[in-house]
């Protein structure tokens, strides 16, 4: 079954990119990316991790099912881990690979999205009618609950 695997770069974060993130947010993404998201996601690799990604880490581990915290796979600097779940030709040469610059490979994505032109442009016209659908909606209501902030009001 075809999939994605995503490899995050985080060589340039530090501690404060972190510190924006909260638990509602935190929940909302991992959610997208279980429920929401049409790609299949085979894996995520981490690599260059700062210190302090740890406690970030282990805040959306604690969001996903077990399925998708087992295809979390954390390499630091080590890119030979990387290699024993991704080979090194499908790999960009800034990672040891020997798929071609990252530049090379963008522009080849680029003009084959590009070719693609007309079935994109076709495909603006369909949708879908939400109340034939079977079953609650799924929204932030029902996923998350209500949101924002509640203060017991008393009056005399």
């Given at each position: 079954?075809?999939?994605?695997?995503?490899?995050?770069?985080?060589?340039?974060?530090?501690?404060?990119h972190?510190?924006?993130?909260?638990?509602?947010?935190?929940k909302?993404?991992?959610?997208?990316?279980?429920?929401?998201?049409?790609?299949?996601q085979?894996?995520?690799h981490?690599?260059?991790t700062?210190?302090?990604?740890?406690l970030?880490?282990?805040?959306?581990?604690?969001?996903?099912?077990?399925?998708?915290?087992?295809?979390?796979?954390?390499?630091?600097?080590?890119?030979?881990?990387?290699?024993?779940?991704?080979?090194?030709?499908?790999?960009?040469?800034?990672?040891?690979?020997?798929?071609?610059?990252?530049?090379d490979?963008?522009n080849?994505?680029?003009?084959?999205?590009?070719?693609?032109?007309?079935?994109?442009?076709?495909?603006?016209?369909?949708g879908?009618?939400?109340?034939?659908?079977?079953?609650?909606?799924?929204?932030?209501?029902?996923?998350?609950?209500?949101?924002g902030?509640?203060?017991?009001?008393?009056?005399d």
């Open positions: 079954i075809a999939g994605q695997m995503g490899i995050l770069d985080l060589a340039n974060t530090g501690m404060a972190f510190l924006q993130f909260n638990p509602s947010f935190v909302k993404m991992t959610m997208w990316s279980q429920e929401g998201s049409p790609l299949r085979k894996g995520f981490y690599v260059n700062p210190s302090g990604f740890e970030v880490y282990n805040m959306f581990k604690n969001f996903l099912n077990e399925k998708n915290r087992s295809r979390l796979h954390v390499h630091g600097s080590n890119l030979d881990s990387l290699y024993e779940h991704i080979p090194k030709s499908m790999l960009p040469a800034e990672y040891g690979g020997d798929a071609g610059p990252i530049q490979l963008v080849a994505w680029a003009k084959k999205v590009l070719s693609y032109k007309e079935y994109f442009q076709e495909e603006e016209q369909y879908t009618d939400e109340k034939k659908r079977p079953g609650r909606p799924k929204n932030a209501e029902t996923l998350f609950g209500l949101e902030s509640f203060r017991k009001l008393e009056v």
